[in-house]
């Protein structure tokens, strides 16, 4: 009688697995901002109208469902919630920050909504990070930006209205977004994610075929995107990645290379930054990169005269109506944003909301490198590789944190992440190092004596 019971007994605990499997793949595909938006639009493409296109109703509502989901899912685990919560102080201040923002914005109704769904977008994040070890977030994840490829290559061959844009980006693949540019920021963290699941040993041949394939299409897809700066994401995050799989097995090494390339980058961005209009000339492109330095250029002072506080969450960028007036009759078109995120933090949360930041960016990176350098298993890697894209990706862009956004719910979940996972003693680490001289020298020894 036991027996027939037993499976039964386990068939709720199998279908909430199923669920949380299901929910987390398309959620994390609606965080990346697909695939709907673009077919609310019509097919806008830049260059066509001015239009909003990420404000229907339908999208509010489907977020406001994925936010019950959320809570639902955190009840299940609620134990290993609230521990993995507590660990999140580099994260927790920034958005108790933006929280309280709303006492000084200029839109507090618009700062309170968008605060909540920030905060909403950063339990997702804490979802993924109780529910999930490392190496299973990196297989999840993994497949939702599967479903990403094959889905962006369906819309641009079924659908092309859709899929590719026109306007002044006429034939550039869009896949399941409304810009280019946003396809090919999305596979150019895909595809470094995929290498590192190939990477990843696993028992399941399925899998490896999905990820190689998965592979090859994101990398297709920054090509047929035409965005020079995605391909230099995709290039430098495989770089960074094979070049850890490399080092892995000389820890001291790995951490000196990582944070020197780390620093340099960081360094040459400022040294890009600060020349952009002489280096631009030197290689024939537009001195302005289309126009960004010239919103720089009007928004640094719209940071200083708030330079503390900022204009509150969400509180700058309100087209004609508030500060950001001044910005769009200076270019002459809607601008949605400062396209650099450390400027558009400054204008929301002011240099207090800056720092805040940066010290818990630069904590968790250097928790994620020593944790790599005691583990040494690749599925410790992964938020090194999102803290080194995030880096990137905001110099010419805005992922820093926003509502609804998948980057920002991967930053929360590594944030997480690497302060629930145990630091090793020093003993465990000799034993494990021990260990893995001796497998290697049996191999050496197996293949020169067969």
């Known amino acids: ?22 929910f987390t793949v398309a959620a994390l595909i609606l965080y990346s901002g697909g695939p709907f938006t673009v077919l609310l639009t019509g097919g806008f493409s ?22 019950l989901c959320i ?11 609230i521990r993995v919560a507590s660990r999140g102080f580099c994260i927790m201040p920034l958005l108790a920050f933006a929280a309280a923002s709303v006492f000084w914005s200029d839109f507090p109704q618009i700062t309170q909504t968008r605060a909540i769904a920030l905060i909403f977008t950063s339990l997702f994040g804490l979802y993924l990070a109780t529910r999930y070890p490392p190496k299973e977030q990196i297989r999840v994840i993994g497949l ?20 590719i844009m026109g306007g002044i980006h006429a034939g550039d693949w869009r896949g399941i977004y409304t810009h280019k540019n946003s396809l090919g920021k999305i596979m150019s ?72 390339l780390l620093c340099g980058i960081s360094v040459a961005a400022f040294l890009i930054v600060t020349n952009l209009g002489q280096l631009a000339v030197m290689l024939g492109k537009d001195p302005t990169l289309t126009g960004r330095t010239k919103i720089w250029a009007q928004v640094l002072p719209k940071i200083m005269e708030r330079p503390l506080f900022g204009h509150g969450y969400q509180g700058f960028w309100q087209k004609w109506d508030g500060e950001s007036a001044d910005v769009l ?91 629930s996972v145990r630091m090793q003693s020093p003993r465990q680490i000799t034993q494990q190092s021990a260990a893995r001289v001796e497998s290697h020298a049996v191999t050496w020894i197996g293949m020169n004596n067969p």
């Open 329 to 419: 009759y200076g270019q002459g078109w809607l601008v949605p944003h400062a396209h650099n995120g450390f400027l558009d933090l400054a204008l929301d949360l002011g240099l207090i909301g800056l720092t805040l930041f940066i010290l818990g960016f630069v904590l968790t990176l250097f928790r994620s490198l020593y944790l790599f350098q005691q583990h040494r298993n690749l599925e410790i890697l992964w938020p090194v590789l999102l803290l080194f894209f995030f880096l990137i990706a905001n110099i010419a862009e805005n992922t820093m944190l926003k509502r609804n956004d998948l980057f920002w719910v991967l930053y929360s979940s590594s944030t997480f992440l690497v302060y």
């Open 71 to 81: 809570l639902f899912l955190l009840s299940v685990h609620w134990k290993k919630a």
């Open 144 to 163: 939702a930006f599967v479903g990403i490829v094959f889905l962006s290559f369906a819309y641009a061959i079924l659908i092309p209205k859709y899929g």
């Open 1 to 22: 009688m036991p027996l027939k019971t037993l499976p039964m007994k386990r068939l709720p605990a199998r279908i909430l697995q199923s669920f949380e499997y299901g």
């Open 189 to 260: 963290f895909g595809g470094s994610i995929l290498l590192l699941n190939l990477l990843i040993k696993t028992k399941r041949p399925f899998a490896r075929y999905l990820y190689c394939l998965g592979l090859v299409g994101a990398s297709a897809l920054v090509v047929l995107s035409g965005s020079s700066g995605a391909l230099i994401n995709l290039f430098s995050m495989s770089l960074l990645l094979v070049l850890c799989q490399i080092l892995r097995l000389n820890s001291k090494l790995l951490v000196s290379v990582v944070s020197a």
């Open 46 to 67: 830049q260059g066509d109208q001015q239009i909003q296109l990420t404000d229907f109703p339908i999208m509010r509502q489907l977020f406001s469902l994925s936010y």
